[in-house]
């Protein structure tokens, strides 16, 4: 029971909820999920189960792709439906498709973002979504964040759907706020679903419902060999050894290193037996590899 689950999340709950869920049903404790989706927000959720735990952070900073709906026209302290409204404005009159087009252009790349108040970063020790509740409201930093795409997939105004691929960290209802605030009239996000982190996508997952037990775990569960894309290394039995007491593994005990290979491997036996995560050190006397990751 050791890989990664790919979970439909249902609206409602939150990403803490759905690991609840499958530790009730399935008496596994050691499950954590591996980027929050809002309570409202649908989509795939990515479960670290047992040994993976140890992987989240990688999953963590893939780049995202979403789906969702905004409205113009409205401003709320939260930057989605589901706060405190604001402001209701008028919508331009010469807002078209390829007006707004235009005004997403300019949110493409790397920028900057200021992460809304109702939100779970922590700042002075405590959550930003919890200073909001008291009603207060503090500076926050800019944070810098890339966005690879927002396109717009159909409008029918007040409402707009819209697609956004993304670096991690990035705040798609505030996304949505600082295009309103570009426009004039303002906007929030009415509806989010995420459809990729990395290579995986909305297709692969299953729905939560069908988790009942330690079975239907199994049935699903990717192994930790297969969640990660990365370049492998096969190394020799002396140099297995080496690799489980931490020490570096030099070029004579490297069997076969996958071309291509940057930093971050897949480490394997010569059984092909998944042994961990190392990284690669390229020197003029050759490549050797660090342990970083040992699952034994």
Not at 5 to 21: A, C, P, Q, R
Request: aromatic share 8%; net charge positive; proline share 4%.
């Amino acid at each position: 029971m050791d890989g990664i689950l790919l979970i439909n999340k249902l609206s409602g709950m939150t990403s803490h909820d759905v690991v609840d869920y499958v530790r009730k049903k399935t008496g596994i404790k050691k499950i954590g999920h591996t980027g929050t989706l809002d309570p409202n927000a649908t989509g795939l959720l990515i479960l670290c189960i047992g040994k993976a735990t140890r992987l989240s952070e990688f999953f963590i900073s893939m780049d995202k792709t979403y789906e969702g709906k905004m409205r113009l026209g409205v401003v709320s302290d939260s930057h989605d439906i589901d706060g405190n409204i604001l402001e209701e404005n008028q919508i331009p009159a010469d807002m078209t498709e390829e007006v707004l087009k235009k005004y997403c252009s300019e949110f493409v790349g790397e920028i900057e973002q200021i992460p809304p108040m109702v939100s779970a970063i922590k700042m002075g020790g405590k959550r930003l979504y919890k200073m909001a509740r008291e009603g207060l409201s503090i500076e926050r930093p800019p944070r810098k964040i890339k966005v690879y795409e927002f396109f717009i997939l159909k409008v029918d105004l007040p409402y707009v759907w819209i697609r956004v691929s993304c670096s991690r960290g990035t705040y798609v209802r505030t996304l949505c706020h600082d295009l309103g605030k570009r426009i004039g009239c303002g906007a929030i996000l009415t509806e989010l679903t995420r459809i990729r982190i990395g290579n995986f996508t909305l297709n692969n997952t299953i729905p939560l419902e069908s988790i009942t037990s330690k079975e239907d775990i199994a049935k699903h569960i990717i192994p930790i060999s297969e969640a990660l894309d990365l370049p492998y290394v096969i190394v020799s039995k002396h140099g297995e050894n080496i690799f489980y007491n931490g020490g570096k593994i030099l070029r004579e005990e490297i069997q076969e290193l996958q071309e291509g290979t940057i930093e971050w491997v897949k480490v394997f036996n010569e059984e092909n037996k998944f042994l961990g995560l190392a990284t690669i050190q390229k020197t003029a006397a050759g490549p050797y590899i660090v342990p970083r990751r040992v699952f034994c």
